[in-house]
């Protein structure tokens, strides 16, 4: 239903490299799906679970070296 859309700059055209975060209601996961550029496919893509999620995002982050980020191990973050 809804899509936030990442990007490394604050030009946010089309055509440039962003992470496309989603969020499946029914199946309770997190979809996030890498487009380097719109008309390149395969695009990367990721499903994870709500306690997954934070710590892939991170995990995305640090991989492109988009943002400063503290690495920190995968699937430990919850929703408590």
């Known amino acids: 239903m809804f899509d936030i859309r990442i990007y490394q700059v ?3 055209r089309f055509s ?3 992470l496309i975060v989603r969020f499946d209601f029914e199946k309770k996961e997190f979809e996030m ?3 380097e550029h719109h008309e390149i496919t395969p695009h990367w893509k990721k499903r994870c679970s709500i306690e ?3 710590s892939a995002f991170i995990h995305f982050l ?3 070296n988009w943002f400063p980020v503290h ?3 995968r699937g430990v973050w919850t929703c408590e």
């Open 10 to 12: 604050p030009d946010t």
């Open 16 to 18: 440039r490299e962003c």
């Open 33 to 35: 799906e890498y487009l």
């Open 52 to 54: 997954e999620s934070f």
């Open 62 to 64: 640090a991989l492109k």
């Open 71 to 73: 690495e920190i191990p």
